[in-house]
């Protein structure tokens, strides 16, 4: 695959990186926290009160923050395959929106359901991951197309996840991101199906 095609993929991993080098992964509380969606648990009465203050970025910068070697390798794989594809069939705008709209509504989710201590691309992988199965599997068209083994193992990771037994994981992003994926990807296939119908 040409590197040329896929230079946003490229890019969020480069970020990935230089965050998770600056902030010595976890280690450099004092940056990490410039990188958090919020230093405050939301408590009913107060939601995301630097976001509101106009510290908009930090919807979307939890996704680069890591906090290991095994973290930061194990989603920036996924995110080389997952992007890569993406962008060379869909171009970078559409990765792009795909990041952001995930990366925002996953960081949220999270933040309602545990507080603001976390990070790491897995919301989006698991949003790209969602996506592209439901292309394979509504949108045949679309070319996208999961090896059944990969999307076994990411399922049982998931599950995995969800009992505790690897440490502290933000499930929700993984979750909401899974969910976001899975319907975005039906929806166009849907609108494909439809616009062939006509």
């Known amino acids: ?50 976001v509101f203050a106009g510290q908009y970025w930090r919807l979307i910068t939890p996704i680069f923050l890591h906090f290991s070697e095994i973290h930061i390798i194990f989603n920036g794989l996924w995110l080389w395959q997952l992007g890569r594809v993406i962008e060379l069939l869909d171009q970078a705008w559409k990765l792009g929106a795909m990041v952001l709209t995930i990366g925002l509504l996953s960081n949220l989710a999270q933040y309602m359901f545990a507080g603001p201590l976390f990070g790491g691309m897995s919301g989006v992988v698991y949003g790209l991951l969602g996506y592209v199965w439901a292309q394979g599997k509504f949108n045949p068209r679309a070319r996208l197309i999961l090896n059944p083994q990969i999307t076994a193992m990411m399922m049982i990771w998931f599950v995995v996840c969800w009992t505790g037994l690897v440490g502290n994981i933000a499930n929700m992003a993984h979750t909401v991101g899974l969910l976001v994926g899975v319907i975005w990807g039906w929806l166009e296939a849907v609108n494909v199906k439809n616009k062939m119908s006509k």
């Open 1 to 50: 695959m040409n590197s040329k095609h896929s230079w946003l993929t490229y890019a969020l991993l480069g970020l990935c990186i230089i965050v998770g080098l600056g902030t010595n992964l976890g280690g450099n509380r004092d940056l990490i926290s410039n990188f958090l969606i919020s230093n405050s648990n939301w408590n009913g009465h107060q939601f995301l009160p630097e």
